[in-house]
Every structure is written in structure tokens, then in C-alpha cells.
């Protein structure tokens, strides 16, 4: 954090979070438009979204199915049949006046989420009350034109799903590895990108103070405008230490809705009232009651992925992997499977990870590409372990053959026979090698021979550079120190 | 006081047009414009009825001639060339779809009603929007922003509502078949006005794409028709699945045309005694003992039954239906579409122009239905209400499932009245009293012409269970061969 603030001693954080995770759906939630990002204000609307008279909701069955594993992948219950209701509020991007959401029959519920483990080895766990689905809203663009507001519609229905958290966390940090975990969970089921910066995760966080050792729950307010899981973090400091600053001087929080101001660090209350608000739910007539029998969930369920948490144990136990490689090998889902890969076909598992962390990574990294566009595949990767455990290719070569294999795509044999770098263990070659050195620096040269062993080592690096690293390093030393004897 | 005729010339009925095209003997051309020749005698305009609100003569003209030049499988449909009127609410390409509104006055819209689709692709010539209670609240069509409409049978009288306008211009003769909706009876009760026949389909029977919602879980499409079985052609054309509403039904369409001539033998029709009341016009009640005695001369079983919660469905009704109202009303906020009255700051231009836009009962009833659903009222009111609606259904699947086929009751409790008569909102929603329930319940129901009083018709109910239009129909087709002119008498 970049910021530190402190709060009086003896006041405990309570927090719980609500999650707006937009679906990887092709088309809306309701009808047929994309939901393609970035495109030109209003392109991707139709009568549905733009709820002109008569048009009708149709629900995304794609929709459903993201939005169930995502339940299922945080261990909720699926109802076997919820009920779509209307939110009814007025505003310009709300097209159709309500939202259509679900309010007392969620898709899902009594979810749970471990978040790591606490300092005694426990497991940290942070209950979900609920998973619905529901549609977004458009976008108001108050700046583009003076004295008016622009309308976009282009997000109006697209497909979120609304993750209420139990006021479980009890710190910033907490509330942080919450959002962390969830978000790779949605990333590695495939639910979701999760990226805040296009609004497909969006924060809000409800939090109060209360005496340490208080079972009661103190009056909560809710910090909204929330664009990463640090401002979270920072956001959430900020609003405890006023809360509780305000209490020990015999104060009381109101509840009201907070915006985070990122520009000036501060917290301060929203205009708008939001507890007044009355939205006057009700059943969505529109739309049927949503039922998913059994065989639906059961698929639902086996068609998830490992988990991040399964994934991580797993990488400890098989792999033998220490805590820092599992952490980066997790981190996302089709980098683990890369790993995995890799580890399965070369059958070495360390050199998979090392390879994976300090070649792959390092040259997505260099290159801001995705693993999916990455040339080395996990075959070839693996292949190139192969040459270097059977010595065809040196450790210091195999790094020039990896970084040529990134830019060609090629496989590792053929590269190494192209640029010449197949371990050389030819006496005559090695021997031609180190005659050229020796007569090349022949002051060293003439001290080595005389007895300075310790030269021995510069004179092997220039030989290992002379052939490009392809020479055996082994040999040309034992074929130098037998020189030097002779 | 003018007298229909007592049978129409058949060709003019929907089958009789549709024969004719197809044999060549006219263009689909030539029965639209034989259409508007007697819209224009009958005065369904603004001068007159006031039934017809939006008409594009040239271009419904060359829509007609594009059918014969483009397409031969239209040409060849079961509507081929039939002149049908829609009403304002459910959405067309070429004509405003206002709902009689000022706040959605000249608005087009840029897609078509599935049921609009349905009609034209079996040759339907779409002639005109009809004239309606905003938003489809009223019963009587006096709630509409254009002026009332009149009723063809008595011009001092409304021809009812919400479906006024469609079914004036069907009872005036211009053509043998009009969309409506219902939400509480507006199709059957105007049909019942004006002497014609009225069909409310099951609940998920038609497919709501493209019909201005006023209260979602009510709301469907009907069809007015000239005869049972213009009535029966329009409805079996717009019926089924259409992906576009997630409400409507998997259910396989039956040809409705093909339940004429069904034996009634054998058949049970329920007689509810909630719906003859004591304070019942006799001469209403003496009409459907004669249809009665119809049906049981057709070999057909009359029992009496009850349906107990009947006299809760104005209530709940009045709360349902406004409850979704104002959410479904929520989108005319001047923003996309529609009147825009600007002022002060956002939530000034909403009030400016929600205030100017609305009428008096769509406003009540947007409040009403604001009310019922805030915080702290919502058990009281909407929960309470969706409670007894569920009596109400079970009320219907109870009886049904007693051995009952059918329902017959009256429809409305009085001929149509005077323009102006019922300025008292609550007695106007008491002339739904005996329709509301089929919509609560999402069951099937349709008028007829089953004689008249003073030489105002009167319309009987069947009621059928779910999905069973077939044998509603049925019964519907024998009753008004048995009655013959009776029907208007
Ligand atoms: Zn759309």
C-alpha cells in the first residue's frame, strides 16, 4: 500500500464484499447483441436492449451455464429454480426503467471461499451468501458534450453475475486475498477476464468498526468506486480509521454510501442517497421461472476445472515444488496447464518449472504476449530438456536455442543444428578450440601452462565462447588441465 | 338505431376473400381496396367511428400488389389477400404503433409484432391501427388520446375497450378479422359490444413479441373476427412457439377451422353460479339459458358448477395489473423515443414529460401499481394479491378437473352503454367482472353474439382449460350454427 493509515487500537474491521463479475458471453444476457468491449457508442443494441415498445427478454443460455459453474466453483448450493425480479429504478442508461436481477430466489447460495491460512496453519474462509445473475446497465458520459449527457448503450444487458460475500474479512489485506482468490478462481473456470480496468470486476465494499472482542456489528457504510484490488485495500484503511476515529470521539456512523476519491486519497460521502431508494422488486413476468434440474448441475459441476487450490496442493505434492514456484505456476490457469505440459513430456518437473518461470515468463513478459500466442509450445519446451539431460545440447547453448525457438517457433533439434549449437565433445575440435585460444592470448596462455591453475577458468570461457557454447565444458577442461600437466 | 345485417355476404368473410385470391377471381390488391370502400361507407374514420386511427391507403395498395408479383406461397396462404386491422398497441413496420397515446403519438416502429409477421406471411393485407384505450386501460375506448370510438351498432354507445377500435371496424364490415389484446377482457367485452366474435388465447399461446406490454403476466393477443370462423383462421395463423418470447408456449397448434361440425355429444359444459348473479339483466340471463338449451339439444351435458373466488378477481386484478403497469410504463421517460417535454434537470423532464404524455386512468394506474409494490405495502398488496390469483386458477383446474369441458357464461353484465355513462373508474372495472378471470388464470376464453337486448348484442363466454381452444371452438362453432340469426335477436 502506498499509503499507511492508522486506526485507533482496539476497534476490529468488519467487511464484506459485493462482486460484479461480467459473463465471457458472445451476446447479451437477453438478447442477441455482442458484448464485444470498445466498440462505437450504441452499435451493439437492438430492440431488446434499447427497450423499445414491445420487445421481449430472452435469456442467454450461455448466461446460465457461466453463471452456475461460477456458483459451483465457490461452493454454492444451485437452487433448482430461481426467479428473475425487477429492480425498478429511473435513469438515461437504465433503458427499460428496471433492471432485471434476482432478489429472493438467487441462482445460488452458502458459498464458501478459502482465502489462505492463518498463522497457526488454519485454513481462512469467507462465506458467500449468494450468487445472481442479473443484466448491466448502460454508460452516462457527462463530459464528452457540454451541458448534456451522452447515452451508451452498448453495455445495457450485458450478462453479470452479483457475488455477496458474508461480513467475514477482518482486515484490508483480507479483503484483498478475497478478491485475489476469487478473481483467479472466475479466471481459471473460464467465467469471466476479470479486469477491472473494462469494468468486467467491479468492487463495492461494505465495512464497519466494532470493539475488539464485540460480537454486535456496528453500523456498515458502502465504498463504492473502487477500480483495483489495492484501491480496495487503501479504500477500506481509509474509511475503518474514520469510522473509528469518529466513534472514539463519541460519534456514530451513518449509513450512507462512500466514494473513494483515488486522486486525493480521501473517502467522502456520495451525493446520491441510496438508502432511500425503493426499487420495488417483483417477479420478472417476462421471463419464466429459471429451473436447472439435476442433470443440468451435475454436468455443470464435472465440467469444471481443477481449482487453483487443488492446483496448488497438487503442484506441491507431485512436483516436489517449492512455495514460490507453485504461487507463479498458479497464477493462472493456462499457465499451469503450460507447466504441466511441459513437466509431463520431458519428465522432470524442476526443469519444467524453471524453464517456465525464468524462459516462458520472462519472454511473455519481454513481449506482452498471451501464453495461448506463445511459439514454444510446451512439446518443444520439453524437448529441449530432453537434449540438455542427454547433453546433445549445453546449458549455456539451450538458452540461445530457447530464445531463437521464441523468435522461430522452431523445433529445439533443428535450431541447434542451424546455429550450430550441438554439444561439441570431439577431442580434435575441442583441441583445434583451444589451440586457437591459447595462441590467441598467449600471455594467459603462458601463465596457465607455467602453473597458475587458477587461469584455467577464463581460458575455458573463451573457448565455450568461441564455439558458440556448443563445446562440452567438461572436456575442454580436462583437455586443458592434461595440457597443462604435459 | 341501425340493425346489422343479419348475415354477412361470404365474400367478405376471411375464407371467402382468401378463396377468391387464390382462384384468381380478385387481387389481393382489389380486396384491400374493396376494404377500404366499406371502411369509408361505415365511417370508421376519425368523422365517424373513429375506430381507425393510422391508415396508409397507397401503401398498404402496393404492399398488396407487391404479394402477387413477389411471392406466389403468400398468394396461395390461408389468408390470402385478407384485410385485417391491427390495434395501435402491437407493433407494425409501415403504421405508427402509438397505443393511443399522446406520448407515443407518430412513433414507428423499427419491428414487427410476431403475430403481424404470422398474418402477413399467410397473405394478410395489414390495413390499418385501430383505436384504443391507452395503453390498453379502459373498457370502453374512451380512454384513448385520438377521442373515443363508436360503436357500429348504436353510435351514441362505445364499442367497448380496450380492443374498441378493432372491434368496431370488424363489427362495421371492413374486414373480417382484427388483432386485439387482452389483459382483463378487452377483446371479449368489445366483442360482446358490437356483436361480433372475440377470442382471448391461452396465456403463452400467442406470442407477445412486439405487443406494447401493459401487464406482462395477463397480456395476449386476440382475434377478433367477424364470424367464429374468421375468428378461428386468425387465431390458428398467429398461434405457437415463437423464440422470441420466453413466455410462450411449446404446445402444438391445432387447425381451429377444422372443429367445425364437432359433435358436442358427450360434451360437459359448466354453468358457474358466480357468474349469474341476482343483480344479472334478466333478459342477458334469458339469452344464455337459450344457449343452454342450445347446447343441449346438441347433445351436450349442462352442469352446475361454482368458481368460488370469482368475485376477488377485480380486486386482484386491479392490483396485478397496474403493479406491472407501472414498471412495464417505466421506459417512456422521454429519453429514446417518444414525446419529450424537456426542463429543469432529469427529473423535471421526466415529470414533464410523463405528466403530458400519460393520460388520467394510465397515470392512476401507474400510481396504483407504484403503491401496491413499494416497501412495506408489497405483502399487503401484490403478494396478497398473487396469493388469491393462484385461488382463482385453481378455481378453473379444480372445475376442469371434475369432468368439465367447458365453461359458458355471459360476458360482460350489461350491453354496451352510452359514451360518457360510466365516469366512475370503479364501475368501469366491474364490466370486466366476468373476463378477468380468464386472464388470472391463463385459461382460454372467447365471445360470441348470442342474441340482443334492445338491439344491443350480447355476447355468451366459453371458458376452456388450458391450451384446449380446439373444443372451445368446437363448441363455439355449433352454438352460433344452432342459434343461426337468433344470435342477433
Ligand atoms: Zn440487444
Not at chain 1, 342 to 369: C, E
Amino acid at each position: 500500500m502506498s499509503t499507511m493509515v492508522s486506526a485507533p487500537a482496539g476497534w476490529e474491521m468488519v467487511v464484506g464484499l459485493e462482486v460484479h463479475v461480467q459473463l465471457r458471453t458472445r451476446t447479451k444476457a437477453f438478447c442477441n447483441c455482442s458484448t464485444e468491449y470498445g466498440a462505437a457508442p450504441n452499435v451493439n443494441t437492438c430492440p431488446v436492449c434499447l427497450a423499445l415498445p414491445g420487445a421481449l427478454p430472452v435469456l442467454n443460455a450461455h448466461a446460465v451455464e457461466l453463471a452456475t459453474r461460477a456458483a459451483l466453483a465457490l461452493g454454492c448450493t444451485v437452487n433448482p429454480m430461481s426467479v428473475f425480479a425487477r429492480k425498478n429504478y429511473f435513469y438515461p442508461d437504465l433503458p427499460k426503467g428496471y433492471q432485471i436481477s434476482q432478489f429472493d430466489k438467487p441462482l445460488a447460495e452458502h458459498g464458501r471461499l478459502k482465502i489462505g491460512t492463518n498463522a497457526e496453519g488454519t485454513g481462512i474462509t469467507v462465506g458467500i451468501t449468494r450468487v445472481h445473475m442479473e443484466e448491466d446497465a448502460g454508460k452516462s458520459v457527462h463530459d464528452r458534450y457540454a451541458g448534456a449527457t451522452a447515452i451508451d448503450l452498448n453495455r445495457a444487458g450485458v450478462p453479470l453475475i452479483e457475488i455477496v460475500s458474508e461480513p467475514d474479512m477482518r482486515s484490508a489485506e483480507a479483503a484483498g486475498a478475497y478478491l485475489r482468490t476469487l478473481k483467479l478462481i472466475l479466471q481459471y473456470v473460464g467465467i469471466s477476464d476479470c479486469d477491472m480496468e473494462k469494468g468486467s470486476l467491479r468492487v463495492d465494499a461494505n465495512v464497519s468498526a466494532r470493539r475488539a472482542g464485540e460480537v454486535k456489528l456496528g453500523t456498515k457504510t458502502e465504498v463504492k468506486n473502487l477500480n483495483s484490488f489495492s484501491n480496495v485495500e487503501r479504500a477500506l484503511a481509509l474509511e475503518f480509521a474514520r469510522q473509528t476515529e469518529l466513534l472514539e470521539r463519541g460519534g456514530r456512523v451513518e449509513q450512507q454510501t462512500m466514494l473513494f476519491d483515488q486522486a486525493r486519497g480521501v473517502v467522502r460521502p456520495s451525493r446520491t442517497k441510496e438508502g432511500s431508494h425503493d426499487y420495488r422488486y417483483f417477479p420478472e413476468p417476462d421471463l419464466p421461472p429459471l429451473v436447472l434440474d439435476a442433470g443440468f448441475i451435475e454436468r455443470m459441476q464435472t465440467s469444471l476445472p481443477e481449482l487453483p487450490e487443488a492446483r496448488r496442493s497438487r503442484f506441491a505434492g507431485d512436483y516436489a515444488l517449492g512455495e514460490y514456484d507453485v504461487d507463479v505456476l498458479t497464477s493462472s490457469a493456462e499457465l499451469a496447464d503450460y507447466f504441466e505440459g511441459v513437466a509431463r513430456q520431458s519428465g522432470d518437473a524442476k526443469a519444467a518449472a524453471n524453464w517456465t518461470i525464468n524462459g516462458v515468463l520472462t519472454a511473455l513478459n519481454a513481449s506482452g504476449d498471451d501464453i495461448d500466442a506463445f511459439r514454444v509450445r510446451p512439446a518443444d519446451l520439453a524437448a529441449l530438456i530432453t537434449l540438455v539431460r542427454d547433453g546433445v545440447v549445453g546449458h549455456s547453448a539451450a538458452k540461445q536455442v530457447f530464445a531463437e525457438m521464441v523468435r522461430t517457433g522452431d523445433r529445439p533439434e533443428q535450431v541447434a543444428q542451424r546455429e550450430g549449437l550441438v554439444r561439441v565433445d570431439d577431442d580434435a575440435a575441442l583441441r583445434g578450440w583451444i589451440d586457437e585460444v591459447l595462441a590467441e592470448h598467449p600471455a594467459e596462455a603462458q601463465r596457465y601452462l607455467a602453473g597458475e591453475k587458477k587461469l584455467q577458468g577464463v581460458l575455458v570461457g573463451f573457448v565455450m565462447k568461441k564455439s558458440k557454447g556448443s563445446a562440452d565444458a567438461k572436456k575442454v577442461n580436462q583437455l586443458l588441465a592434461s595440457r597443462a600437466q604435459g | 338505431m341501425s340493425e346489422r345485417r343479419a348475415a354477412r355476404p361470404p365474400e367478405t368473410s376471411a375464407r371467402g376473400i382468401a378463396e377468391r385470391v387464390r382462384d384468381g377471381d380478385i387481387t389481393a390488391e382489389r380486396a384491400a381496396r374493396e376494404a377500404f370502400v366499406r371502411g369509408d361507407d361505415a365511417r370508421v374514420g376519425p368523422d365517424g367511428l373513429n375506430a381507425l386511427l393510422w391508415t396508409d391507403r397507397e401503401a398498404t395498395l402496393d404492399a398488396a400488389r407487391g404479394h402477387a408479383t413477389e411471392s406466389d406461397f403468400v398468394d396461395r396462404g390461408d389468408l390470402a389477400g385478407v384485410p385485417i386491422a391491427v390495434k395501435d398497441n402491437i407493433a407494425t413496420l409501415t403504421l405508427p404503433t402509438s397505443c393511443g397515446s399522446r406520448i407515443l403519438e407518430g412513433y414507428v416502429s423499427p419491428f414487427e409484432a410476431t403475430a403481424v409477421t404470422r398474418l402477413r406471411n399467410a397473405g394478410a393485407t395489414i390495413v390499418g391501427k385501430t383505436n384504443m384505450d391507452e395503453f390498453a386501460m379502459g373498457s370502453s375506448t374512451e380512454n384513448s388520446a385520438f377521442g373515443p370510438a363508436r360503436n357500429p351498432r348504436d353510435r351514441s354507445r362505445v364499442p367497448g375497450g380496450s380492443s374498441g377500435g378493432s372491434a368496431a371496424v370488424v363489427a362495421a364490415g371492413m374486414v373480417p378479422i382484427a388483432l386485439g389484446s387482452e389483459t382483463g377482457g378487452s377483446v371479449r367485452q368489445p366483442a360482446a359490444f358490437c356483436g361480433i366474435v372475440g377470442v382471448k388465447p391461452t396465456y403463452g399461446r400467442v406470442s407477445r413479441y412486439g405487443l406494447v406490454a401493459f401487464a406482462s403476466s395477463l397480456d395476449q393477443i386476440g382475434v377478433f373476427g367477424a364470424t367464429v370462423d374468421d375468428a378461428a383462421i386468425g387465431l390458428q395463423t398467429i398461434a405457437g412457439r415463437d423464440v422470441m418470447d420466453a413466455t410462450s408456449a411449446d404446445v402444438p397448434v391445432e387447425r381451429y377451422v377444422e372443429a367445425s361440425g364437432a359433435s358436442l355429444a358427450g360434451l360437459v359444459i359448466g354453468r358457474p353460479k358466480e357468474y349469474f348473479p341476482d343483480f344479472l339483466d334478466a333478459r342477458i340471463r334469458e339469452k344464455c339459458d337459450r344457449a343452454f338449451d342450445a347446447f343441449r339439444k346438441l347433445g351436450a351435458e349442462v352442469r352446475d358448477v361454482s368458481l368460488p373466488h370469482t368475485d376477488l378477481a377485480i380486486p386482484v386484478y386491479y392490483i396485478v395489473a397496474p403493479a406491472e403497469a407501472s414498471s412495464n410504463l417505466a421506459r417512456f421517460d422521454g429519453v429514446r423515443y417518444g414525446l419529450r417535454v424537456p426542463a429543469d434537470g432529469l427529473a423535471a423532464t421526466y415529470e414533464a414529460t410523463r405528466s403530458r404524455g400519460f393520460g388520467k386512468e394510465v397515470t392512476r394506474r401507474i400510481l396504483l401499481g407504484t403503491y401496491v409494490l413499494s416497501a412495506g405495502y408489497y405483502d399487503a398488496y401484490y403478494k396478497k394479491a398473487q396469493q388469491v390469483r393462484t385461488l382463482i386458477a385453481d378455481d378453473f383446474r379444480e372445475v376442469f378437473a371434475s369432468g368439465v369441458h367447458l365453461l359458458f357464461t355471459p360476458t360482460t353484465p350489461s350491453p354496451a352503454f352510452p359514451l360518457g355513462a360510466k365516469a366512475d373508474p370503479y364501475e368501469m372495472y366491474m364490466s370486466d367482472i366476468f373476463t378477468a378471470t380468464a386472464n388470472l388464470a391463463g385459461v382460454p376464453a372467447m365471445s360470441q353474439p348470442i342474441g340482443a337486448v334492445d338491439g344491443l348484442p350480447i355476447g355468451g363466454q366459453l371458458i376452456a382449460p388450458h391450451f384446449d381452444e380446439a373444443r372451445m371452438f368446437g363448441a363455439a362453432y355449433a352454438l352460433e350454427a344452432a342459434l343461426g340469426a337468433e344470435a342477433l335477436r
